[in-house]
């Protein structure tokens, strides 16, 4: 099956699925979707862990667990004891932590790697799993659903007609990345349009959406989640580049990784965040 094929089938399905645990479940505070985010937050963790270290016997359990410890932190204090920010505290403490722990593992190699193994245990906690947070934090907004509905919808709209416009008329364009010699002007100008295009349509037809800001604040909405998704696979193009690996994994047909799958979420994820709670003030 083509790689096209099956990028159009991930996103047939994977929408509905998206959308259904927001906007027909949002029983237990959005219960669902909140598994769904956290499977990706260990599951990007386990794949983060491959890329950074590659050999098996420096790896740990240590970076995955607090993946998934992390979401129900924010989990319990959006919905449960709300008011305590102990979230920032827990992610301050782990970090201090493992920064402390090299002062008695590096002596595996007299601390020649302690600054590798420091840097990478920095990049593991901030990517994937402390950028999904914002993922969480969406779900306290008003008309939380609409707004990560139409976030969703952008990044989408954004991946699919980028590689789509890429694919059948960018060839002359490729190369202006390094990072990514295959991406296209023509794939990123027809994926940003596309966006805000989408943009435009979903701020038409969601009337409630009006109270929040006028069409131009989400035209510029749309057109930064754009920006920020194609940074995110830039970034991921990055890690992958340094670390010999074409995909971050194979779980995902006609994708690759979960890291490959969200690197436009969890890169876009603040940006919307803060877009919609400071300029919409939602």
Not at 129 to 157: C, E, K, N, Q, R
Not at 198 to 221: K, R
């Amino acid at each position: 099956m083509k790689t096209l094929t099956k990028r159009i089938l991930l996103t047939v399905i994977g929408i509905p699925v998206f959308f259904s645990s927001i906007y027909f479940f949002p029983q237990g505070n959005y219960a669902i979707f909140t598994i769904i985010i956290m499977g990706f937050s260990i599951l990007g963790s386990f794949e983060m862990d491959k890329m950074l270290h590659h050999s098996d016997n420096q790896r740990s359990l240590v970076h995955p667990v607090f993946a998934g410890l992390l979401p129900i932190t924010a989990y319990i204090q959006l919905y449960m004891l709300p008011g305590y920010h102990f979230i920032n505290i827990v992610y301050i403490a782990v970090i201090l932590g493992l920064l402390f722990y090299e002062t008695i593992h590096g002596k595996i190699d007299n601390f020649q790697g302690s600054t590798t193994r420091m840097a990478y245990s920095i990049t593991h906690l901030v990517y994937p799993s402390g950028l999904l947070l914002y993922v969480f934090y969406m779900t306290a907004l008003d008309h939380a659903p609409l707004f990560i509905i139409f976030w969703f919808l952008m990044i989408f709209s954004n991946d699919v007609f980028a590689y789509v416009f890429g694919i059948s008329f960018g060839k002359n364009s490729r190369g202006i990345m390094p990072v990514s010699p295959n991406k296209s002007l023509v794939g990123f100008i027809g994926g940003f349009s596309v966006t805000i295009l989408n943009g435009i349509i979903y701020y038409t037809v969601v009337t409630p959406l009006h109270e929040y800001g006028s069409l131009l604040l989400y035209v510029l909405l749309s057109a930064g989640i754009s920006l920020f998704a194609n940074a995110g696979d830039l970034v991921e193009s990055a890690l992958k580049r340094s670390s010999q690996k074409k995909d971050s994994g194979i779980i995902v047909p006609g994708r690759g990784g979960i890291l490959d799958t969200i690197d436009s979420i969890v890169f876009s994820a603040p940006f919307f965040y803060y877009f919609v709670l400071y300029i919409l003030k939602v």
